[in-house]
């Protein structure tokens, strides 16, 4: 069941005389026009938080509801003692007639249930709010605390919190009372619960006449803000599209955008989804798109960008700074492979940058002829790929003993190439399933075996790191395994970025020993 609830700072007059014959302050009202917003007409108050408050209820009775809950924050000297205050009784002369109230607060309560009888059923929530100026933060924090739970406790367990509406006036209070209202909608929003209106009581600042504002939108900032950060950090688009109530499916925005833009968070959207669910193949080609579509959003004329245009415009260089290498285009896309790997390690995303080293590296040692197969053989090794592998040259790293078999095959078949090669035999030695040294020392004879003894395996940095790359792989490859089949217990965060740290620097040191080979 939706649950509409509001919260104000209640703004204490100040404006008041002393009543000779009681000694009591006086209050005198005097009301002022103000325009509500949504063409909801106009509103007669004398208090900063009357007509945001009327504006909520006629916004909610215009649509068939009603304020389910109000918590208006007080400072002691707002409310009686009976609720925790200092205040003492108050005169109100209201068209000419005297009446006595507890409060302030008390009176504004029986006022505003008189001129919006829908608040009838509210329950209006004073919560009491003390400060010391030694311990300023520390209360902040504990007041922050305390409200967002008695919020969320009293709407309900967190199944009911997603059909909770947020109305919030931020036009009275102080301004540490303001960063705390800020942070309450935050955790609020954090929970599911929705902020519909954020209002502010205007007087003659931004317009000529007293206006109620919806400045929602301005607040919304924190949540570009908050959804680019996601982007950069872990890669995830989905903070942002809310934002610009983008659809990736249709290329629909809620938010006036240009064709550019629109162009920008596709290309997120299909990066994301990529380095999410670690589709390997579409991760580069998605890295391409987003670098392609960055600078046609930047070569725009700033003249035809609109304001959601300018305002994705300010979080431009930290976009372009967090992916760093892993924009622009390249003609080889596997250039960019230990860069991506490097990335998602430092974002964290470890279980992806296992996967897309397991599987990219020995496409890497291939292509930079770290290790690879005898060129005339070439062909037996596109040949020998598994359903696990599609990839030749994964297949011809991972298991490199369906290249030995291929060839084996093409002898017996008499094939001519293989018979001018005259290929020794080689009998390779097993590895125990519950060893893994013993696996490796198996594996690396297989290698040598192929290298030296047979010689259908060749490579152009020398075997000190071709072996330093190969046993990376391995152990990397191992653990990888055991984490994706939830076996891998006694392993920390720790050891995993060892493997991924060492896998990439034996990947680089062979590399500048090509380099330094070619020099």
Wanted: charged share 25%; with cysteine; hydrophobic share 40%.
């Amino acid at each position: 069941m939706r649950q509409n609830i509001a919260i104000n700072f209640f703004s204490f007059i100040l404006r008041t005389t002393q009543e000779a014959e009681s000694g009591l302050p006086v209050m005198t009202v005097e009301e002022k026009d103000f325009v509500l917003e949504e063409n909801l007409g106009h509103f007669s108050g004398f208090q900063t938080n009357e007509a945001p408050l009327a504006n909520m209820v006629d916004l909610l009775t215009r649509d068939g509801e009603k304020i389910t809950r109000l918590y208006c924050l007080v400072t002691p000297q707002c409310v009686p003692p009976s609720m925790g205050g200092v205040a003492h009784r108050v005169v109100v002369v209201e068209n000419g007639v005297r009446s006595v109230y507890p409060s302030q607060f008390d009176f504004w309560c029986a006022r505003m249930r008189r001129l919006r009888s829908a608040l009838a059923d509210a329950e209006i929530i004073p919560i009491l709010l003390c400060y010391r100026e030694d311990a300023l933060i520390e209360d902040i924090e504990g007041q922050v605390a305390d409200l967002t739970e008695r919020i969320k406790g009293d709407a309900g367990g967190a199944s009911v919190w997603r059909d909770c509406h947020i109305y919030a006036d931020i036009t009275g209070g102080s301004r540490y009372a303001n960063m705390m209202m800020t942070t309450v909608l935050q955790f609020l929003q954090y929970d599911g619960m929705q902020v519909e209106k954020m209002l502010y009581a205007d007087f003659h600042t931004l317009s000529r006449e007293n206006r109620i504002f919806d400045v929602r939108a301005a607040s919304d900032a924190y949540k570009l803000v908050a959804g680019a950060d996601a982007f950069v950090s872990l890669g995830s688009s989905r903070a942002i599209e809310e934002y610009f109530g983008y659809d990736a499916e249709t290329g629909v925005a809620g938010k006036v955008i240009g064709d550019e833009l629109r162009g920008v968070l596709a290309a997120m959207h299909e990066f994301s989804d990529a380095i999410q669910i670690c589709r390997t193949a579409n991760i580069p080609r998605a890295l391409s798109a987003l670098s392609a579509s960055l600078e046609q959003f930047l070569d725009l004329p700033e003249e035809e960008r609109t304001v959601e245009d300018r305002m994705f415009m300010q979080l431009i260089d930290t976009i372009t700074e967090g992916y760093g290498a892993l924009l622009g285009e390249t003609d080889d896309e596997s250039e960019r492979y230990p860069a991506i790997i490097r990335w998602c390690m430092e974002k964290g995303l470890l279980q992806q940058a296992m996967t897309l080293a397991t599987e990219w590296l020995p496409v890497c040692f291939v292509k930079r002829r770290i290790v690879y197969p005898l060129p005339i053989l070439t062909s037996c090794a596109k040949t020998a790929v598994s359903r696990m592998h599609p990839g030749w040259m994964q297949n011809f790293i991972i298991n490199p003993t369906l290249y030995w078999k291929v060839i084996q095959e093409r002898k017996k078949k008499k094939n001519p190439v293989i018979l001018q090669l005259d290929i020794e035999h080689c009998v390779f030695k097993q590895g125990d399933p519950n060893d893994s040294e013993v696996r490796w020392a198996a594996f690396q004879d297989t290698w040598r075996q192929m290298k030296d003894h047979a010689r259908v395996v060749l490579t152009d940095c020398g075997k000190k790191d071709m072996f330093a790359c190969l046993r990376t792989h391995f152990y990397l490859r191992e653990q990888r395994n055991l984490v994706n089949h939830a076996t891998a217990e006694d392993v920390c965060r720790k050891d995993i970025e060892k493997l991924l740290n060492d896998a990439l620097t034996a990947l680089s040191a062979a590399t500048s020993k090509l380099h330094e080979k070619e020099g």
